[in-house]
């Protein structure tokens, strides 16, 4: 599982590092040590732009936690953060996206929680570990998005009427991330980007084989603060590497 990622890439970087091409320069999100399901988050897809024409790269935001377009509220979103390899061309909140709607949602790294047993003198807990790339280079995280209509709203392309979610696809982990949690974000290579984000790419075995081979590079995991915790903490702080406590 993915819960929480950190994205402090501004958007001037993201446009030249994943060759993006068109940008409302209007959106804006602020840094975030601390991203949490239902957060705006900078997502790299290639659509046609509004009106017609080519096909364009485009960097915009979404909101993490994907709602299908055919759910009858917002609601499930924050429950469709993540999909899973295994099985995204299957699920039914998924497979229509997995075709059509595919993204690359950049990350510095994340966070994952490794259980600690209580003790005599303690009680249980989770300690919070930041895994990130040994290079420092940013992560594509595979992602999937979609759109869906307010049925409130009249008809047309009423403000609010629209609203774009995605979700990041996770894994089973591994390298050093395995030590910390069973399941982790995959992470596309620079070479399958272009593929993936293409929207005439349909073919569901060639896409699902894009995802067989995810990036490579080392991790590396460091434990955290529990200050982490709490959405509403925020800061180059929560990165700052702690004693774990036994």
Not at 64 to 93: F, H, Y
Request: charged share 25%; proline share 10%.
């Amino acid at each position: 599982m993915c819960g929480r990622y950190v994205s402090t890439r501004g958007p001037r970087e993201l446009v030249r590092l994943f060759g993006v091409t068109d940008w409302n320069r209007q959106d804006a999100l602020e840094p975030n040590w601390n991203v949490a399901p239902t957060d705006d988050v900078w997502a790299v897809l290639e659509r046609t732009p509004r009106g017609g024409g080519d096909v364009t790269r485009q960097l915009r935001p979404l909101r993490w936690g994907l709602v299908p377009s055919w759910a009858k509220d917002t609601g499930t979103g924050a429950r469709m953060i993540n999909a899973r390899v295994e099985t995204v061309q299957e699920k039914p909140a998924f497979r229509r996206a997995f075709l059509e709607r595919r993204c690359l949602l950049p990350a510095d790294g994340f966070y994952e929680w490794q259980p600690v047993p209580a003790t005599v003198r303690t009680r249980a807990r989770r300690q919070p570990y930041f895994i990130s790339p040994e290079d420092g280079r940013v992560m594509a995280l595979a992602g999937l998005y979609e759109f869906w209509r307010d049925p409130a709203v009249p008809e047309g392309d009423a403000p609010g009427a629209w609203l774009a979610t995605c979700t990041i696809i996770t894994k089973d982990a591994t390298d050093a991330a395995g030590r910390i949690h069973p399941r982790m974000p995959l992470a596309l290579a620079p070479d399958r980007q272009d593929a993936w984000l293409d929207p005439a790419h349909r073919d569901p075995v060639r896409l699902r084989a894009l995802l067989d081979s995810p990036a490579g590079g080392r991790l590396t995991v460091r434990p955290v603060s529990t200050a982490v915790n709490d959405v509403r903490n925020n800061g180059a702080r929560l990165l700052d590497p702690v004693e774990p406590q036994a």
